[in-house]
């Protein structure tokens, strides 16, 4: 079935429509996927002229086989798990999205965030290693932080970064739990549970690990224009 | 103590450096407050030129006790549980600020987002009981959704609202579980996790019944301006 | 120990009782059992005359192992993980079946329960990827929906699916929750409260994946007749 | 606002079109409403030719105010908690409702669901105290469950009823957990989750306490005609 | 060290004292410890006479390095994972241990506490695959449950055997929650949580899949004396 | 309706032949239940000799109502919220019962546990106010807990008391968790997961604050006959 | 029964050999006690030189009664409800004990703590409402912060405070959960588990809410002398 | 970028102000980092005199790596997962840190915590396999508990261990809940809440197996000297 707006393959039904709808076309999400259900949704975002394609939570196997069937227009990037065909858009968003994280180990999330606001179309500045149990790191990155128009903010354990960085910008904070921990960190629920009950105003949050939705939101809000 | 930038009430250190740290003044708490702790901090708030002042959750017995302090000046509003010293900011938000509540059971929370985000300088538009399962009382309201520059989305039960809504927007997404419902809904723990997992993108979520946290950001999301 | 109406294989006792009690035989549950368990138990069966019997929850390997037993009698849906010994029965259900799935990767409990429904005698309608972030997908099927006789509405995040379409449909509506999703939808616990908590009446719940119990009830409302 | 198939009340949009779409009128969800809020959302209706409409979840003091409004034209039933404006349908629901319940303590879910499917019109065996600790109770209602077209299951603690009942009848079984118990009944979720984990086929499951869900839904099943 | 009543082996303190203590020596959970580590506490034990010795939740690998150490005189039970050094107690037991099960997936429990128990000196009745979805073949085994003087009831998913059980006999009904199951099991809690709410009296309950707790408590149980 | 071994209440359906099958009547658990619809039941448990018999949770104003029916032959105990209705059994069980507390804050539910003991005909020794930070205390007790044929050790907070005593002493431990606590208490759920994990063998654990259960429990076992 | 060191009062047994054996005499939880049960162990540890005694979590009625026993002997704390007979111990710890909390809501809490350090014979330093979302209150008191030898931490909400503290100073840091704040707070558990995730080293955590546990951990460090 | 205190390695900013700040350089958390980044990160500490340098939750692959780079001067323990650059500070704490735990599975996490006090500089006393079912083992070791200044209480399962000692020593009692467990003890969640719970005055607790914290708090509070 094909209509103006929608691709039935059958196991999907491809939204030819959102960009239009909604400024950005369908991004995959590639956990429970074939790798070959995945290049055929990719196949018919592009013959609608929906570049760039982003897939998330690709691993390394789906992707060799999807940049076989794409060569060299298909870029992965292996930390973040993302695909991209096609370039990034132009950087036309209005400010800098800025991407903090607290840890190392976090790196995975906030490099999944950054990269998917990059190919929607912003500068993004990236402050990592910034956790609070080293204060004057994140102090360090004060003036970063106020000259961004969103910010995303990456922690797992106690999830204590957004908070913090909430109490010193005015710009809006989205934060990310991460699933980095053990034990009562219960795969990023005590960094969930921080962040939804932050003291600081300004702060919101996406599911845990969910960097692909916080740079999502970050671009929407970072090119919101004056004029309504 | 005394300093420039914070006064000390020894249960309470007022925060008066806000205002110019991040453009508006520190929101009182009022659940756990004695109300002469609140209206002590007013007028800390209140002497150092920070009006409007807010406090929310705030009860019926300690609204009336503030009150009896300040007159006229200060509006309580019940089904919200917030009062207000002082009048409303102008509005100078860029655009309106949709609040779309799924139920009548909804309104207390929806209408303290509303609230706080005309205080604070916006255009509201009320769009209530327009819950998932009557679409066409969704789909009545979709131009007023499209033309916003921010949505509050609030909702009880299966919290489904901001994932319909986010399909339909291209403004960012603000999703505000509440407590309504019963058995197991564990007192929003649903619709919390519901809108975590929203398939929609550019959703972000705040605590359970957090109207004050999500009218506070859709105002700060609406306050920005195009020159970053 | 051989009984009119139960055979005693050591490991199991196979209820031979349950065809004329319920209308249809012992479904045996693959997961937990070794292949020669499933084996012993499915020529009890039919040995007994209860053709189609079903084995849900059955990997490759056992599947193999089984086929090896009984030949082209034996039928294997990798996807569904479910085998089938013998033919589908006739269909004669008095109405259609529909099965409605969120999103590509919901396809395998889905799948499980339209084999389920179409090997107990019912003709099944596939509607697959209609997830309500894209509602013009979901309306696109509202006849096909509307003239089924009873909907089986599977999806995992925030499984707002079964909401939206009780909204819209007279028939009963059974849910079934997924474990599709990562983060706080913890295995499909997200979605599972979110169904239990629809605001739309009409709709019931069975377990987390459960495409079996979706596709056995549905057929049981399915085959209801008018004189009771 | 007033359109053809919608009564905007400010606080609530009347859905007057779901009786043509769905059958019966919209049901009023009283907890979180006021009493005056009740009261003009069942004026809507009235004025729409709704009748019976029912409240769920109707405290006695509401309920008096309500009646003060309504005259003897409304009931209400305080074990139930419902109240009714108008008389049941007639029973023209096709088989009976068997409602069976556990235990003493559970009466007034299960009352809950025998009202509301008696409104919709069905005839309703009730079968109380029927807990599968002494099973020769349960089995001495073996024929009155057997003949019924669906069976509503209701109990709290460790919830096997629907399981023992699932196992004894072909007709479809909605199993209705309570919160009747204590300690690691935890409000009604023991019971919960060994219903959904029935290892019965034909259950399937609805909110804790939900009586009214499961009447309803009853209510669907048990007029479903023939001819699809 | 060595005491006449402990052997400290570095990582581990023997109790050699318990045999007199408690009628039984120390049982050593195989779990988390390395096949020599096992060995050394077997040797330790052997050298202080206190054969028959158990492992519990021993794998095979570890089972075949011990079965090296020992010979002959070691046997290992792979479906209930337990090892035994030396042979069972003669059986001593006053009357029967009943162990039913509900499913044939929950047999290795159930067998780890048949296994245990007649280790300890018990004459050991099984009746497996009884769950209560199927009653006929529960009470096809209604005399061996009711002469039984203790009865282990072994189950999964809903966990409703030990209820049902507990209303038919006058014995102490052990319930043993297993991990069988899936989606809202959640590895045994659904089990678990119906057993502590029984609502038949006499019932008991250990930890989930502790098949050995159950079988060491019905062997005490059995033994009991007369005479205080 | 009346039969030979059920009467027909209406909301009850009494078991009057659990006597003659397990031993004791049906104890009447009154939460929830009106004081008519316990009086009744009581009624008509004494008009078939069913006496002693017992109401658990039975709070202070339904006992009046209770004793202004029954008079003198009716007991209230208000610290275990027991009511009895005619005297207890001669003590012919085999041993003594050993009922053990951890803090005085337990007592309540050690008193139920003690109560229920004696009305089925036991004799209680009560061992209070022996929780393991003070370890001199409990092990001043070691000889009555040495010579009980079964030990209730009930326990709020860590609920560590059921694995210190089931370290020393040889008979069944019976562990009854406390709702005694707070905070990470989880309304008893520490002490209970505690008392689920004892490393003692020959504990079984029952539903928090479930005296009755255990003193129910302690009965059957200390009445095991030797000749089975 | 009176022995030297343990005095049976029925429903309590006073351990009177603590004071010799841990620094201290036994501390009374008065939740779930009564007050003359609080009254006789007061009297009981009186009578044994144990002054100061004090008694937590006590409510104000209690407080009356205990007070009209002892006169003005017994001092009591509303906010922090602590009870204390005879006056608090010389400060004879060896350095300061610093008691942070996050907002104005913690401060019973941290007044439980203050108060028990106090009667324990530490110098307490206050530094109230330095929540981490204006970090400049809390920078303020960096000084008294990194001049304590032990540092009380207490937060609600989020819980980030000990994290923030903890890398600020060396002393060791103790955190304490309030139950400050509402929705995905879930009484304390978000602050609970953020702080036993904290990223800072030197952190430990007790109980949701107990400050007395703090206070009186705070006061043992405090008192480690220089020679083992 | 290189500043006095911090070196930034894009992926980490090494805190070289630490050790100044705090008493002991930054340890490394090997988990979700790769061996090159480890490397580095010892790398940029060892360049700054930082020795000796920790990495925790390091698995033997990795540190085979990291082996290789630094040669002889890096110690693998490969029960504990620790690494060690350099050698053990020497041992200047006050007095002794003793290490207790409560079964031969515990033994990793106290190893952690054992090694980490020795590298820190302190002796430490090992006491394992004290499990309090058995509690002549544990008052065996009566003295070396009661003559240490801090003492590490490592325990799974029920997790009573840090109770019994705490009641027995007047010295700090850091409790370390591990893994160690099945069933119920949802992963150390059982052993958490017992010690959380602690009826045992002067106890707190740190994350599940974060052997690394106990150790490193034991050692702060070893090390604090008597003028403050």
Redesign the interface.
């Known amino acids: 079935m094909m209509?103006c707006?929608?691709e039935d393959l059958?196991?999907?039904?491809v939204?030819l429509?959102?960009k239009s709808?909604?400024?950005f076309g369908e991004?995959v999400?590639g956990?429970?996927?074939t790798a070959s259900?995945i290049a055929a949704i990719l196949k018919s975002l592009d013959a609608n002229a929906q570049r760039p394609a982003l897939v998330t939570?690709l691993d390394a196997d789906k992707a060799a086989f999807i940049a076989s069937v794409f060569g060299g227009d298909f870029t992965y990037f292996p930390e973040a798990r993302i695909g991209r065909l096609g370039e990034n858009r132009p950087a036309d968003g209005?400010?800098?999205v800025a991407v903090a994280c607290?840890?190392?180990?976090d790196?995975p999330v906030a490099e999944e965030a950054a990269l998917v606001a990059e190919a929607l179309g912003n500068k993004v500045v990236r402050l990592?290693?910034?956790?609070?149990?080293?204060?004057?790191?994140l102090l360090?990155c004060k003036d970063e932080l106020k000259?961004a128009?969103v910010v995303v903010a990456v922690a797992g354990?106690?999830?204590?970064l957004p908070?913090?960085i909430?109490?010193?910008?005015?710009?809006?904070v989205?934060a990310v739990?991460t699933?980095?921990?053990?034990?009562?960190?219960?795969?990023?629920?005590?960094?969930?549970?921080?962040?939804?009950?932050?003291?600081?105003?300004?702060?919101?949050?996406?599911?845990?690990?969910?960097g692909?939705?916080?740079g999502?939101?970050a671009s929407?809000?970072n090119h919101?224009?004056?004029?309504?």
Chains 1, 2, 3, 4, 5, 6, 7, 8 share one sequence.
């Open positions: 209509s707006d929608m059958g196991f999907a039904r939204d429509q959102r709808r909604q400024g991004v999400y956990e429970g996927k259900q939570r209005i400010g800098t607290a840890g190392t180990s790196l990592y290693d910034v956790g609070v149990a080293g204060l004057h790191r360090a000259s128009r354990m106690e999830g204590a908070s913090v909430g109490g010193l910008v005015e710009a809006p989205i739990p699933s980095v921990g053990y034990g009562a960190s219960f795969g990023g629920v005590a960094a969930l549970l921080a962040m939804l009950n932050s003291c600081a105003a300004g702060v919101s949050v996406v599911n845990i690990d969910n692909f939705g916080a999502f939101l929407r809000i919101l224009k004056s004029n309504p």
